[in-house]
């Protein structure tokens, strides 16, 4: 299934999502300079004058961090290389797109990366994945930009259904069965690990995590 791409959904601000129209790219920087000084915690999305700003609450840091040590779990056991980037921001001038995804993972491209500590998405490679966890109907909006960015895979996490997208040569994602970068995995063996956070702690999962990784080998 192809996700057709429409930047113009409308999005309605709450208490924990401000959307603003007509920001220009300098305004844009001059607001994450602002954050990153006063050491707010802030997601924003920008797309192309669009900007978003979101307060991450418990239940999206959460799940987002759970699926963060999941892939890093299933690398380990496997043995795979990889680097996490956390939520770096990853921004476009000409594109005029940038976001921080709530995790991200180079794999196929961590050679490229390995112990970088400044990237540029105009001479060096997007991660190889990314992790969205979008509590809100919103999930069009983000792959506009994710697809700016030339991000090949996202996952995407509503709390209940957990999709995985790859980025098409016609600039739209396509929700895939099993993971490009992590072939053995598909979004159902994600999910089961999920369903475990409201019976075991998060070390107890990892360490089911890992035994399902290294079974999955043999």
């Not at 594109?95 to 490229?112: F, T």
């Not at 490679?125 to 996202?154: H, S, T």
């Not at 790859?166 to 999920?194: C, G, H, N």
Request: aromatic residues 8%; negative net charge.
């Amino acid at each position: 299934m192809t996700i057709a791409i429409d930047s113009e959904i409308e999005l309605i601000p709450d208490e924990n999502h401000q959307v603003l129209e007509g920001v220009s790219w300098e305004t844009y920087e001059s607001l994450l300079k602002d954050f990153e000084a006063t050491g707010q915690r802030k997601r924003v999305t920008y797309d192309n004058g669009r900007m978003v700003i979101v307060s991450p609450l418990l239940k999206h840091e959460s799940w987002k961090t759970l699926l963060g040590c999941i892939v890093e779990a299933i690398c380990d056991a496997r043995d795979i290389p990889i680097r996490t980037v956390g939520s770096t921001t990853w921004r476009r001038k000409k594109k005029k797109k940038g976001l921080e995804p709530d995790e991200s993972v180079y794999i196929q491209h961590e050679k490229l990366v390995r112990s970088r500590l400044e990237l540029d998405l105009k001479k060096d490679p997007p991660p190889d994945i990314a992790i969205e966890v979008d509590l809100r109907p919103y999930l069009k909006n983000k792959l506009n930009v994710y697809a700016g960015l030339g991000i090949p895979e996202v996952w995407c996490f509503d709390g209940f259904e957990l999709e995985m997208f790859a980025l098409q040569d016609t600039q739209e994602y396509e929700k895939i069965d099993r993971s490009m970068a992590l072939p053995f995995v598909k979004p159902s063996d994600l999910r089961r690990f999920l369903d475990l956070f409201t019976e075991l702690d998060q070390n107890s999962i990892m360490r089911k995590v890992r035994e399902w990784a290294k079974k999955s080998a043999k």
